[in-house]
């Protein structure tokens, strides 16, 4: 079982750009709606600073520098932290005010209050187009989650619609049935708790199997043959390496490159470790019934 599940998963590593084509969409699509609408807010910003006095002549092209030059200066060598940062609303709306305070002089002063205002509603805006950026990638996120499941299992452990739905009903199951023993022997006895856990990783391999059986291997194979204290164990151990092997494989890339490259290649690797994991006892199933 641990040779084949690890097979399962270098097998699978194929679909590793599928994952990450759909997140790479989504940031694309986001930054289609959100850049466009960040900037016509920063024009009516401006605009409406314009508004106050004839005397102001602001540009957009001159807030566009300066706002510029505020982000060259940040600490690109941490990319995480920075990105954190200039989405703060703190940090924004400082960064307005200090490009607007070098821009505009004395007017600034003059009109410090309304155009206080007009900055608030301009970073508003911003949040907005934020949250609709990451819409963007939520929803390419469970795209390709669920294209990449569709690809995976189509590799390793194919099943009809019947299936999927027996499936369905024996993990609610069993599974509703783990967690209320659970909670059961917690109430009973609160020092349960690292047992209950213990005894749920192992549960979790049997329930995994049993399903697997049923779904897979009933009337194939026998039961034993399926659900026993080996299969269990090399079942929860071949689980470990392969999130062991994502978890080195995402290391590797933050070491030789850089956090954010970890950061995308590692959502490819830990969702098609996540999809083998979950149907490497099927894929078991099929190959001792062939």
Not at 18 to 30: A, D, E, Q, R
Not at 131 to 149: D, H, N, Q, R, W
Not at 209 to 225: D, M, N, P, R, T
Request: aromatic share 16%; charged share 10%.
């Amino acid at each position: 079982m641990i040779q084949q599940g690890l097979k399962n998963y270098f097998k699978n590593l194929k679909h590793f750009f599928t994952p990450l084509g759909t997140l790479l969409l989504g940031i694309v699509l986001g930054c289609s709606i959100a850049i466009p609408g960040m900037i016509q807010s920063i024009k009516t910003m401006i605009a409406e600073i314009n508004s106050l006095s004839s005397e102001i002549h602001l540009d957009f092209h001159q807030f566009q520098n300066n706002l510029l030059q505020n982000l060259q200066v940040l600490n690109w060598a941490e990319p995480l932290e920075t990105i954190e940062l200039i989405c703060s609303k703190e940090w924004l709306i400082s960064t307005f005010k200090d490009c607007l305070n070098g821009l505009l002089g004395e007017n600034f002063t003059t009109y410090g209050q309304q155009i206080s205002g007009f900055i608030s509603h301009c970073i508003q805006d911003f949040h907005s187009f934020f949250i609709v950026f990451i819409i963007c990638i939520l929803f390419s996120l469970i795209a390709g989650f669920l294209l990449t499941k569709f690809l995976v299992r189509r590799t390793i452990a194919k099943r009809s619609w019947w299936k999927f739905i027996l499936h369905w009903l024996i993990d609610a199951i069993l599974s509703t049935t783990l967690v209320f023993l659970s909670g059961w022997f917690f109430i009973l006895w609160q020092p349960s708790g690292w047992l209950s856990m213990a005894l749920s990783l192992i549960l979790f391999g049997a329930i995994s199997l049993i399903e697997a059986y049923f779904i897979q291997g009933f009337k194939k194979v026998s039961f034993k043959q399926i659900v026993n204290f080996k299969n269990i164990g090399a079942f929860l151990l071949t689980n470990f390496l392969i999130f062991l092997i994502a978890m080195a494989l995402t290391w590797c890339i933050q070491w030789i490159l850089n956090p954010i490259m970890a950061l995308f290649v590692g959502i490819s690797l830990f969702e098609i470790a996540f999809l083998v994991v979950s149907m490497d006892a099927e894929s078991y199933v099929q190959s001792r019934c062939t």
